[in-house]
């Protein structure tokens, strides 16, 4: 790469400026001791010898430097006296690199529309002078800018784009800094586990290059995940170790977001006067950097501590402040939180008029950023007003919304939970490992090894069961919350029979939905605990489809799918019968819930030797490789949704495989793959 040089000083400080530029594109975003005074020194010598090149180089790396420091006014005076000599110079490429460490201070200042006008213009150009790790850093500014923009898609396109060139570099460090940017998006979008696996592999590298900045960082967001988790305990233990990381490198910005995530905690366990000092502390910092960004989404969070406080005028004032910040610079989702918080306020303050306007707005807003989690809040804030004014056509819309909205969150979310947990474990696994490779001595390692592995083991059990709990409830709270609500309005609406009819319909189908998931809860753990203990005798296949067949007529009906039964022959096995009935009760009941409308099931029972076979054949869906693969493991969700709209917590397959191979037999599932339907084959010991 050319260096352009428009004067004429000295050849040896010609040779120190070009020195001081690679060892800067050595170094790259770690500064080692003394490289600021030498900076300084070599800048007061090239203004000396009005070397022009050199001064504007040496500006934009003390800009560089005073940017890590969060010294954002120094950084910004330096830079800008570099763009002023590299414009006189006509040097469009150094005048880029300034402009591109720019964005990074618009990025620090919430002003994120700025950075991708900025980022976008020095981006062409790079790419025309193939600066790579110019390049990359451009990317990850434009990564950070659409991320804090609400288009998380879009975050993740330029992070992927930023850390493939930076591996391509051999840049260990920058790409540590971008797949923890590009954690943070997946944990917005709810995929906990590749989230965790970003995360972990950046603590890898941080710890392995001792970057403490980026190690301060990580701390940070393992504080978010286990607080959304429910472990408050962890979150706590992460965000005070980040903050005493952040205050060794004076990272003031880092400081600000870290204390106000203490407060955030804080007020969940309803220490508020602690989570007031946090909050103070952290809002001190965002204005003296004038962070827009950091005050109106720190705003948005006190507002709502003040309403669960009752401090109505001062959440009122904090409403309106964080709402000027938010609408002036675009921050949609902290502008969607402030005008959630306004509607609560005006609820409080029984201005009901106000507070469905303020919710109906919000929820366009919501459905603008795809926020599902807070649709189905104000969903549920609509339903109750209107039903405190007895408007209740129109709370029973936004009830039924809300309730829709909740299973398909609770669905989308208690999978990654899950997998948030074994990844969890896989990983705090493997770096336990390694260091237990360390040691010397191999007796004490292995003995190490399997009394840490025991305690994982109980530890990760523990948690499971109590991830299991969690999730129990919420099934069970959702269509709890259908028969409150339904309840409610037969009592309304008594005096309508066919409204009354309608409703009770649905309390009938929630309470079904209730005794279901505790039926399969306690049948998986007497399974798994080898509780469950079989009543055999001989049974005829053929007489266990009929019943199972009858069971599931209704829906087979009412989806207008044919069932053929093929059982040519009669065959025993020798079993439990309900059980049986259970398995293939579950087998037609799950082909009926992914087969379309109008299409078929065949059943075929045969008896090969002394085997017992039963295929159920559906002209549904399909199912993927990677689907064969998780099929019959518990709470898994695979790539097809029910094709009418039913309801599924994914227990219903591994409890049928289970009961399959607790009467000695073996259960398989084959597809040709999406839209070419599945077939899943039963094998038993036939009876003699």
């Given at each position: ?17 070009q ?15 003394g490289?600021?005074?030498r900076?300084e ?8 010898q ?8 040496c ?18 005076e ?16 150094e ?19 700025q950075?991708?006008e ?14 790579f790790?110019?390049?990359a ?10 991320h804090?923009?609400d ?31 590009c954690s ?30 980026i ?59 602690k ?17 827009q ?24 004032r ?46 366009t ?27 209740l ?5 936004h ?5 829709e ?18 990844t ?35 530890l990760?059990e ?23 609500g ?5 009592i309304k ?43 055999r ?18 829906q ?27 398995i ?48 019959f493991?518990?709470?898994?969700k ?32 084959s ?12 094998t ?5």
């Amino acid at each position: 790469m050319e260096t352009k040089i428009l004067a004429d000083p000295d050849k040896n400080l010609q040779h120190t400026v070009q020195n001081l530029m690679e060892e800067m594109n050595e170094t790259a975003g770690k500064f080692p001791p003394g490289l600021m005074h030498r900076t300084e020194e070599i800048l007061r010598q090239t203004r000396e010898q009005r070397f022009e090149f050199g001064t504007g180089v040496c500006l934009r790396i003390l800009g560089q430097f005073y940017l890590f420091q969060s010294n954002f006014q120094q950084a910004r005076e330096m830079l800008d006296e570099a763009v002023g000599i590299f414009r006189d110079l006509d040097d469009n490429y150094e005048l880029v690199k300034c402009r591109n460490a720019i964005s990074k201070i618009y990025n620090f200042s919430g002003n994120f529309r700025q950075v991708i006008e900025n980022a976008e213009s020095c981006k062409v150009v790079l790419e025309e002078h193939h600066d790579f790790s110019e390049l990359a850093s451009c990317y990850n500014d434009l990564g950070i800018a659409h991320h804090r923009l609400d288009n998380i898609r879009g975050a993740i396109v330029y992070f992927e784009k930023s850390a493939a060139l930076y591996l391509q570099l051999g840049r260990k460090l920058q790409y540590s800094r971008v797949i923890f940017n590009c954690s943070n998006c997946y944990e917005r979008i709810g995929n906990y586990e590749k989230a965790m696996e970003l995360l972990y592999k950046a603590l890898d590298i941080a710890q392995e290059t001792e970057d403490l900045n980026i190690e301060s960082r990580i701390s940070n967001n393992l504080g978010i995940i286990f607080r959304e988790a429910g472990e408050l305990e962890k979150a706590q233990y992460h965000f005070e170790k980040s903050i005493q990381l952040k205050r060794t490198l004076h990272d003031r910005h880092g400081e600000a977001n870290t204390l106000s995530n203490l407060f955030e905690l804080l007020t969940d366990r309803n220490e508020l006067r602690k989570a007031q000092e946090y909050a103070l502390e952290s809002m001190a910092i965002y204005e003296s950097l004038g962070d827009q960004f950091g005050m109106a989404n720190l705003m948005a969070h006190m507002a709502a501590a003040s309403l669960k406080a009752g401090e109505l005028d001062l959440a009122a004032r904090q409403i309106e402040k964080g709402m000027e910040n938010a609408r002036q610079f675009g921050f949609k989702k902290v502008q969607l939180m402030l005008q959630m918080h306004r509607a609560s306020w005006y609820e409080l303050k029984k201005e009901t008029d106000k507070a469905i306007a303020e919710n109906l707005s919000a929820l366009t807003l919501s459905e603008e950023i795809l926020g599902d989690t807070y649709r189905s809040q104000i969903h549920y804030s609509l339903y109750r007003i209107y039903r405190d004014n007895k408007e209740l056509e129109l709370a029973l819309q936004h009830f039924m919304a809300f309730h829709e909205l909740e299973n398909k969150r609770h669905e989308d979310q208690k999978i990654s939970q899950i997998k948030f947990l074994e990844t969890l474990h896989k990983l705090e696994n493997s770096q336990l490992e390694k260091n237990i490779v360390e040691l010397q001595n191999k007796e004490l390692s292995r003995a190490l090894q399997h009394t840490e592995g025991l305690k994982d083991q109980a530890l990760r059990e523990n948690e499971m069961k109590t991830e299991l709990l969690d999730m129990a409830v919420h099934d069970l709270l959702n269509p709890l919350s259908g028969i409150i609500g339904f309840t409610d309005l037969i009592i309304k609406y008594r005096q309508n029979p066919e409204e009354v009819l309608e409703f009770a319909n649905q309390i009938s189908l929630a309470s079904r939905s209730m005794s279901k998931l505790i039926h399969d809860l306690l049948e998986i753990s007497a399974l798994e605990k080898g509780r469950l203990e079989l009543n055999r005798e001989k049974v005829s296949l053929n007489v266990v489809f009929k019943r199972v067949i009858n069971k599931n007529l209704p829906q087979s009906v009412k989806k207008q799918i044919d069932i053929l039964l093929n059982d040519y022959e009669t065959v025993f096995v020798h079993g439990d019968k309900d059980r049986l009935e259970e398995i293939f009760d579950n087998l037609i009941s799950n082909a009926l819930k992914y087969s379309n409308p109008k299409s078929g099931i065949t059943i075929t029972v045969r008896q090969e030797g002394k085997l017992a076979i039963v295929d159920i054949r559906d002209n549904g869906l399909g199912l993927t490789s990677e689907d064969l693969k998780r099929i019959f493991l518990k709470f898994e969700k695979l790539s097809s949704r029910p094709t009418g709209g039913e309801s599924s917590i994914g227990l219903g397959l591994s409890i049928t495989k289970k009961l399959v191979e607790l009467h000695g037999g073996h259960i398989s599932a084959s597809s040709e793959g999406k839209k070419k339907g599945s077939t899943f084959t039963v094998t038993l010991p036939a009876a003699e």
